[in-house]
């Protein structure tokens, strides 16, 4: 029985509740009934699920005879392969050997502490994203019916009928996957001083890696030696120097921007992203993942800007267009300012206010709760604020589109030290989520 099965089933009980022009007295609001329904379906599924679960399980028993047939015929195979790297099926290095990191010369033990360093680091962080979806997957207080048993059993079911998904080989990194060796080989790796190092956990607390067998543990090894204690002054130096650009702000890199900024419309903030990069890494993060609004053309010279034709009053015509473009879509608006300081326009008391804007144009809320508040009507029953917005050509059979996902985040060009200075006369920011993206030092503006 496969997933077509179910979607059959469950086609066939939602004809049940089609109203015809002969069955208008059917009351599709009565929440008592529509809750015995969802059990009742529930107990079809999980009588399906038990069924598929016995099937996949003989045909476990039948599958198992057969791999046993084929492990004989590639360890023969095996046997008449004279390389020296061992490769998987997907074309995946097979685990490292611990005699072969022994063997290894300075220039390839450096390089492999370094990958395996840097492949902890997106794992740890890829364990913390999930463990924050699971909490919110978890959370059943706000659940129509059912329990956690039930929607377990559920997740279950449509593994067993997503064969298709079920048949691909998970593969895990030879850089993470425990190395094989003696165990006096793999104690004299461990012992090995330069071979520990640290990083931040899931959990958020230090954990100590060892590089060369990429065994994890949460107690300081006796063997570890920290970097940056004792006279090692180069790395103190690069340390501080990192802190002081800072300058007390979160640093973030790239690849946590998104849950950052999700974390600040938990908080009901607007995320502001100070980017010194030479290349405006944010003007092409959000190329990608969102829509850009670039008012930076505002922080023009008023010389330049009348010779390339740019008004205030342009600038904003378009925003409006990239705020609707977002809102129809669900996506990411990125506003930004560039340069944009002190000595220009305001964007709370010009840009946000008319004749320049206002609600129709470019409203105060973009700059609060990360501009969730446009999708909530100013009265109780009325239009979403947003729909302000939208004109003829951009509503759908004359109704506003637009999706929960939007959301909005501000890019400055200003430094950790100076953007108060620039930017409080212009936005909020004792409502913001002030951030500072981290970038190498080479690409420092």
């Not at 999980?46 to 679960?53: F, G, K, L, R």
């Not at 084929?70 to 020296?84: A, D, F, G, M, T």
């Not at 962080?125 to 059993?153: H, P």
């Amino acid at each position: 029985m496969g997933s077509g099965v179910t979607k059959e089933l469950l086609n066939n009980e939602a004809k049940k509740y089609e109203i015809t022009n002969e069955q208008n007295d059917i009351d599709l609001n009565d929440r008592n009934k529509a809750i015995e329904e969802v059990k009742r379906l529930r107990k079809l599924l999980h009588q399906q699920y038990s069924q598929m679960q016995n099937n996949n399980n003989n045909n476990n028993n039948d599958n198992n005879e057969k791999k046993d047939n084929n492990n004989v015929n590639e360890s023969n195979n095996n046997n008449n392969n004279n390389s020296n790297v061992n490769v998987n099926v997907v074309g995946l290095r097979q685990p490292f050997q611990a005699s072969e990191l022994l063997n290894m010369n300075d220039d390839e033990i450096a390089n492999h502490k370094k990958e395996v360093f840097e492949a902890a680091k997106k794992r740890e962080k890829k364990r913390k994203r999930d463990m924050k979806k699971a909490l919110k997957a978890n959370d059943y207080s706000k659940s129509f019916s059912g329990t956690a048993e039930d929607t377990s059993k559920e997740k279950e079911f449509a593994d067993l009928a997503n064969t298709s998904s079920s048949n691909k080989n998970k593969e895990e990194n030879p850089y993470l996957a425990a190395v094989i060796g003696s165990e006096e080989e793999l104690k004299q790796l461990r012992n090995d001083p330069k071979s520990w190092c640290k990083l931040m956990g899931a959990n958020d607390c230090i954990i100590y890696l060892n590089c060369y067998t990429h065994e994890i543990t949460g107690l300081r090894p006796d063997t570890f030696i920290d970097s940056n204690e004792g006279n090692n002054n180069d790395n103190n130096n690069q340390v501080e120097t990192i802190e002081d650009l800072a300058n007390g702000l979160q640093i973030v890199e790239s690849d946590d921007l998104l849950d950052n900024i999700e974390t600040a419309i938990e908080n009901r903030k607007t995320t502001l992203i100070l980017d010194t990069s030479k290349d405006d890494i944010m003007k092409t993060y959000f190329t990608y993942k969102g829509v850009l609004c670039d008012l930076s053309d505002l922080a023009k010279p008023l010389g330049e800007q009348r010779r390339e034709g740019i008004t205030p009053k342009k600038v904003l015509k378009n925003a409006r267009k990239k705020i609707v473009q977002a809102a129809q879509n669900g996506n990411t608006l990125a506003i930004l300012l560039g340069p944009l300081g002190q000595e220009h326009m305001s964007i709370k008391d010009k840009a946000c206010k008319k004749p320049l804007g206002g609600d129709k144009i470019f409203p105060s809320n973009l700059l609060t709760a990360a501009g969730k508040d446009l999708l909530k009507p100013k009265v109780k029953g009325g239009k979403a604020a947003i729909c302000k917005l939208y004109k003829k050509d951009d509503m759908e059979g004359g109704i506003c589109v637009y999706r929960e996902k939007f959301n909005v985040v501000f890019v400055s060009k200003h430094s950790p030290k100076t953007y108060e200075k620039e930017l409080s006369h212009s936005l909020p920011l004792q409502r913001m989520n002030v951030i500072y993206l981290k970038v190498d030092p080479e690409n420092r503006g």
